[in-house]
């Protein structure tokens, strides 16, 4: 006899493990599956939390490097990167451990192992010593995604790596090559330039970070560039070769020009597919689009009765929040209460040096949907704070309705701009104006108060510019 719940969900990262919980929170007996055998997925495993990791220690050795510079003395900096990588790890292991501690407090019973339909109520779980069957009259999909190759090119993560690869080297190299200029691409091309790895990025369109405004996509390569990534934008990339020290990359440029790079990795970051192809959805007839994604109607209810999908298996940002707040909707819309997602408030962080952050729509895209619309700017260079310990590049931009002074989005780049998205989050949910935040109180010095001033802007009344 297969053992019977109420709710199935299939994957355990942060769409699953969230909405799994909150399931059981509801009063629903409710079973996780997932194949890593550490709960997190991708984000916490091989993803956002390892990379965070990374990316605050190269940003504390190349800090370290100038303390002299700063009126602080100290020896020889050295970079020890098995020590590096053991942090990393500790920290990956203590969430991972943290969310299983979660399922035990809330009563969600976890399995272990790959899942596949059988039915459109049974489960088969498989790991590699058994198999066991179990059941529910719910099923929630929230497999993730992995990374996308190039035709033709495949992964050893050694020399040709996806984000996994570039997580986990064991020594640094002298020259990196990263084919697209993404997110992902750029986070860990700062992770391993800080670490001493000359790093070149190839990308086809003629800017960097595709769908970002593009006055602050302009700025982050300006910044990037200065702290010495190198770009070859228009560039297409021809064929990698291994050699016997590592790859010979060729590219091609618009012009017809051709450039060949020796490098001893090439991190391939064009994008990531749905995780989908061991589910076994042909069996129950699932409908996919043509990017593989599994379709779903507004209450993430697929064409089959009582399938649900989340996250990166479906349209939308491959974003590990806009996975929990879909994860949070589901369980409730299952319970019969009124779940939604807000996907015009849903930010994106790049956490390199400075960092990235945006929040709603980009000044191309209210162009072309011909909305009127006033700009407010203020640069960091302007912000006590940021002067006060030297991280004054970048600015903050808020876009607002012409009429009503809506706050539409907001776009910045500096210093903790990951933290500071969350203010215009709130502020967008309530409806805020641009008013409404240059007449809140913001506390002095901090970083924030770029924020007021940029909202003062609006109305060509920032005080400090």
């Known amino acids: 006899m297969s053992e019977k719940f109420q709710a199935i969900v299939i994957g355990g990262g942060p769409g699953g493990y969230v909405c799994a919980i909150r399931l059981s929170q509801l009063g629903i007996k409710t079973a996780c599956i997932d194949a890593g055998g550490k709960l997190g997925g991708t984000c916490l495993n091989i993803g956002c939390i390892p990379s965070k990791s990374l990316l605050n220690l190269s940003e504390n050795f190349n800090k370290a490097k100038k303390f002299s510079n700063l009126g602080i003395e100290v020896g020889q900096v050295k970079l020890n990167l098995d020590k590096i990588m053991q942090n990393k790890n500790r920290a990956v292991e203590t969430l991972t451990k943290g969310i299983e501690f979660l399922f035990k407090k809330n009563k969600v019973s976890y399995f272990k192992g790959i899942a596949s339909f059988q039915t459109e109520k049974k489960i088969l779980v498989k790991d590699k010593k058994k198999e066991t069957i179990i059941e529910a009259d719910k099923?929630?999909?929230?497999?993730?995604?992995?990374?996308?190759?190039?035709?033709?090119?495949?992964?050893?993560?050694?020399?040709?790596?996806?984000?996994?690869?570039?997580?986990?080297?064991?020594?640094?190299?002298?020259?990196?090559?990263?084919?697209?200029?993404?997110?992902?691409?750029?986070?860990?091309?700062?992770?391993?330039?800080?670490?001493?790895?000359?790093?070149?990025?190839?990308?086809?369109?003629?800017?960097?970070?595709?769908?970002?405004?593009?006055?602050i996509s302009k700025e982050f390569m300006k910044i990037l560039k200065k702290q010495g990534m190198k770009f070859h934008l228009q560039t297409k990339l021809e064929s990698i070769k291994k050699t016997n020290n590592g790859a010979k990359v060729l590219v091609k440029d618009i012009d017809g020009k051709k450039i060949d790079f020796d490098c001893d990795a090439v991190l391939i970051s064009v994008g990531r597919k749905p995780n989908t192809k061991k589910l076994n959805l042909e069996k129950i007839n699932i409908n996919l689009d043509n990017k593989k994604r599994i379709k779903t109607k507004n209450n993430f209810e697929t064409n089959v009765k009582n399938i649900y999908a989340i996250g990166d298996v479906i349209s939308g940002p491959m974003l590990a929040h806009k996975a929990e707040e879909e994860g949070i909707a589901v369980a409730e819309l299952i319970a019969g209460q009124s779940g939604h997602v807000n996907y015009d408030v849903i930010p994106g962080v790049i956490y390199t040096s400075p960092e990235v952050a945006s929040i709603g729509k980009t000044e191309e895209q209210l162009k072309q949907s011909n909305k009127k619309y006033k700009v407010g700017k203020f640069p960091f260079l302007a912000n006590s704070r940021a002067k006060a310990i030297d991280e004054p590049e970048g600015f903050v931009k808020i876009l607002a309705d012409e009429k009503t002074d809506k706050i539409l989005g907001v776009h910045m780049i500096g210093p903790h701009a990951g933290e500071m998205i969350a203010e215009i989050g709130i502020a967008m949910e309530f409806g805020a104006s641009s008013e409404d935040i240059a007449r809140t109180c913001h506390a002095h010095p901090t970083f924030s108060e770029a924020i007021k001033e940029a909202a003062l802007s609006v109305d060509k009344r920032a005080i400090h510019s």
Do not use: N, Q
């Open 139 to 215: 099923v929630i999909i929230s497999t993730g995604s992995e990374p996308l190759s190039l035709p033709g090119i495949e992964f050893d993560e050694e020399i040709i790596l996806s984000s996994t690869g570039a997580l986990s080297l064991k020594k640094i190299p002298k020259k990196m090559i990263i084919v697209g200029a993404g997110y992902i691409g750029l986070e860990m091309g700062s992770v391993w330039m800080r670490f001493g790895t000359e790093v070149h990025v190839v990308e086809f369109l003629d800017h960097i970070t595709p769908g970002m405004d593009r006055e």
